[in-house]
């Protein structure tokens, strides 16, 4: 056992050296060595801040990355505000009063532009954050490839359709991240990330009322502040109760257990493809560390379409 949460707290994963980037660019560990070479020791240090201050953060910017990734690639098209000529994703329904922590990136980009102004994306900042976001709560590290570039345009409705949500079906899950070149293992592995964080009662309170394959102790507590048919629709409740702050394999208890938080995160362990992959993990933490590690590696590696304009963006929040 021991050695098994050595290895998931130190396991450190170096993919491929090089992987197809933006508008034809490649992407490489090495890319800001000589023009920003304190990027990642600045991204650490303030990461480590932000989650000293509130662990939930953590949490927070790794579902950022997520969301960002999963349209159009991993491109900072979500640190975007809405402008006169495009509306977009910050508003999405997966996103609206869900996703947070823009400003904490905006707080890492200014002291990124303060050291080397003008060189390292919004996107790549959002890479390195969400993998010190992981590791600070206790997971696994990994090499990050830099060298993403930053959108200039943005899509609310690519948002809506790209983005799995709770309700999800396993075969919807795996289409949906299938789509994105990433495997069922990779599914079942980011889903992981669900090891920590917290959700509204909307997102949830259909399956502590409505769905069969639930403890019903569990069910119960939760109903207790999600109330139907409505009421407590901003409560908070954690996605993982037993360690809540803590990134580790105990959401794969939770599955089998029947005490996953959203009806995608069951459908994992109910009794079809991923089930077993699910006991696995759950009784080997080791082997989920590794494996979130490299499925986060290809998920950074999306990229948008090589005829796509992109730029180094100033501003995350805005273009140049």
């Known amino acids: 056992m021991a050695t098994a949460v ?45 989650v000293a201050a509130e662990p939930r953060m953590g949490a927070s910017i790794l579902r950022l990355f997520f969301h960002d990734c999963f349209v159009n690639g991993c491109d900072a098209s979500i640190l975007l505000d809405d402008t006169a000529s495009f509306t977009g994703e910050k508003n999405a329904g997966p996103n609206a009063n869900s996703v947070r922590g823009y400003e904490v990136i905006d707080a890492i980009k200014a002291q990124v532009e303060a050291s080397c102004s003008g060189i390292v994306s919004c996107a790549d900042i ?13 997971g696994p590290t990994w090499t990050v490839q830099l060298g993403r570039r930053d959108a200039l345009n943005t899509s609310q409705s690519a948002a809506n359709s790209n983005l799995p949500g709770p309700g999800s079906s396993l075969a919807a899950l795996i289409t949906m991240f299938g789509n994105k070149g990433l495997s069922p293992r990779d599914m079942t592995a980011l889903s992981g990330a669900h090891t920590v964080g917290q959700a509204r009662c909307t997102t949830f309170r259909d399956r502590i009322y409505n769905d069969a394959n639930i403890n019903a102790s569990f069910a119960a507590l939760r109903q207790q502040t999600c109330p139907q048919p409505s009421g407590g629709e901003g409560t908070l409740a954690p996605i993982d109760a037993a ?21 995608s995160d069951q459908e994992l362990f109910n009794g079809g493809s991923q089930d077993e992959l699910v006991k696995k993990y759950r009784g080997n933490a080791g082997m989920f560390a590794a494996d979130f590690a490299k499925a986060m590696g290809r998920m950074g590696s999306l990229m948008p379409s090589a005829d796509t304009a992109t730029e180094i963006r100033l501003d995350c929040k805005k273009v140049n």
Request: proline share 4%; aromatic share 10%.
């Open 6 to 50: 050595r290895c998931f707290l130190m396991v450190v994963v170096v993919l491929a050296p090089l992987l197809a980037g933006a508008a034809g660019g490649k992407l490489s560990t090495r890319f800001y060595d000589r023009n920003c070479p304190n990027l990642q020791s600045i991204v650490r240090s303030a990461m480590a801040q932000a």
């Open 126 to 138: 959002v890479a390195l954050a969400a993998r010190d976001s992981v590791n600070l709560l206790g």
């Open 243 to 263: 360690t809540p702050e803590k990134f580790d394999n105990y959401y794969y208890q939770n599955l089998v257990s029947k005490q996953g938080l959203f009806h």
